[in-house]
């Protein structure tokens, strides 16, 4: 059974930092594309950024590029979300997930293209 588990939310004040990780198990990680999602309160899950199971290229919402960091270590199993410079909106409960099938690319970052999903970790902003 697929498991994807999150970890390293909290609550932090504007302008600080957080790491989020997503180790995951029962599948073979390296030949999937990963990608974080959020929901915050009352709002549809929006993607994040999506990390390649290829060459790694990383894609970003508008709203977190030169913000959020996302990365794999394929010999751990798990995707990384850095997150810096946050922000009162950040606040969400944000979520890791596999893409759908194996050998390929991020897509547009979309709940339906995502198969397999973690139970989410909370980050909380505050000013």
């Known amino acids: 059974q697929v498991k994807l588990v999150e970890s390293g939310g909290g609550s932090v004040q504007s302008g600080g930092s957080l790491r989020l990780s997503c180790v995951t198990s029962e599948f073979p990680f390296a030949t999937y594309s990963m990608a974080w999602f959020r929901q915050g309160p009352g709002k549809e899950r929006e993607g994040v950024a999506c990390?390649?199971?290829?060459?790694?290229?990383?894609y970003y919402a508008d709203f977190v590029r030169g913000r959020f960091t996302i990365s794999r270590d394929n010999a751990k199993n798990t995707v990384y979300l850095q997150l810096n410079s946050l922000k009162t909106e950040d606040t969400a409960m944000y979520y890791c997930?596999?893409?759908?099938?194996?050998?390929?690319?991020?897509?547009?970052?979309?709940?339906?293209?995502?198969?397999?999903w973690g139970q989410g970790t909370q980050v909380t902003v505050s000013s």
């Open positions: 990390i390649s199971w290829s060459t790694a290229s990383t």
């Open positions: 997930a596999r893409r759908t099938s194996p050998h390929t690319g991020c897509g547009s970052i979309r709940p339906r293209e995502y198969g397999s």
